[in-house]
């Protein structure tokens, strides 16, 4: 099983819906959770982060947890041909020192919003 | 607005040349990460340093790569020789330990071993 879940896509969804992303994670002490955007050609940029059971909305972002289910999600509200991308899940994995992090990524999900 | 930065951005070379990447972290980021993107195996990280010392590079081949933090402001990883294997965007990421907001990417640089 590897550490960090998503399906590879492409998720295709018309402009104005809502795209949901989702990851699961195999590691029950992971403690943080992050979603990177991804455009193609580009680095990943941080969008989301998140801790705590429940939702964390941003904008017109959404990041869900639930840990008993070792699952994350990312809605996006209003989708736009701008959010075009590869969106990518981070799992913290603790540090051989337990101090700091280490990103496990999972694969990515590739959204097309179609205007 | 601060970035990391890495150069070169794109670099071709023949197999069993020596290549090096540099990284220039945020200013007072304590964190460097090293990581590989291939469309295969997606981001993998090759090393890791706090505070310019290495902390884990279990993720890198240690026959050909190497990873050293000189300074507070340069980071580079070494591959010698270079194979066509190799070929794949290096990315370095850094960031503040103490804070569980997340790590900022360099633009990266695509190595192309022919």
Same mark, same amino acid.
């Given at each position: 099983?590897?550490?960090?879940? =998503?399906? +590879? $896509?492409?998720?295709?969804?018309?402009?104005?819906? @809502?795209? %949901?992303?989702?990851?699961?994670?195999?590691? !029950?002490?992971?403690?943080?959770?992050?979603?990177?955007? =991804?455009? +193609? $050609?580009?680095?990943?940029?941080?969008?989301?982060? @998140?801790? %705590?059971?429940?939702?964390?909305?941003?904008? !017109?972002?959404?990041?869900?947890?639930?840990?008993?289910? =070792?699952?994350?999600?990312?809605?996006?509200?209003?989708?736009?041909p701008s959010d075009s991308a590869t969106y990518l899940c981070?799992?913290?994995?603790?540090?051989?020192?337990?101090?700091?992090?280490?990103?496990?990524?999972?694969?990515?999900?590739?959204?097309?919003?179609?205007? | 607005?601060?970035?990391?930065?890495?150069?070169?951005?794109?670099?071709?070379?023949?197999?069993?040349?020596?290549?090096?990447?540099?990284?220039?972290?945020?200013?007072?980021?304590?964190?460097?990460?090293?990581y590989r993107q291939t469309m295969m195996q997606g981001l993998?990280?090759?090393?890791?340093?706090?505070?310019?010392?290495?902390?884990?590079?279990?993720?890198?081949?240690?026959?050909?790569?190497?990873?050293?933090?000189?300074?507070?402001?340069?980071?580079?990883?070494?591959?010698?020789?270079?194979?066509?294997?190799?070929?794949?965007?290096?990315?370095?990421?850094?960031?503040?330990?103490?804070?569980?907001?997340?790590?900022?990417?360099?633009?990266?640089?695509?190595?192309?071993?022919?």
């Open positions: 099983q590897k550490e960090v879940e =998503q399906n +590879s $896509g492409p998720l295709s969804v018309p402009e104005g819906a @809502i795209a %949901s992303l989702n990851c699961t994670y195999s590691d !029950r002490g992971s403690q943080s959770f992050f979603w990177y955007r =991804q455009y +193609s $050609g580009k680095s990943p940029e941080l969008i989301m982060f @998140i801790y %705590s059971n429940g939702d964390k909305e941003d904008g !017109r972002f959404t990041a869900q947890l639930n840990k008993a289910s =070792q699952y994350v999600s990312l809605l996006i509200r209003d989708s736009q981070a799992v913290n994995k603790p540090m051989f020192d337990n101090y700091g992090q280490n990103f496990v990524f999972g694969p990515g999900t590739r959204l097309s919003v179609l205007p | 607005d601060a970035r990391v930065t890495q150069t070169p951005r794109h670099k071709v070379t023949e197999m069993g040349q020596e290549v090096t990447m540099r990284c220039q972290p945020i200013l007072g980021h304590n964190t460097v990460f090293w993998e990280l090759l090393a890791y340093f706090r505070n310019r010392a290495p902390l884990d590079d279990s993720g890198m081949p240690k026959d050909r790569f190497s990873a050293e933090m000189p300074d507070a402001t340069l980071a580079t990883l070494k591959i010698q020789p270079s194979e066509p294997r190799d070929s794949a965007v290096y990315f370095c990421a850094s960031g503040l330990v103490d804070r569980d907001d997340g790590y900022t990417f360099g633009s990266g640089t695509r190595l192309t071993v022919v």
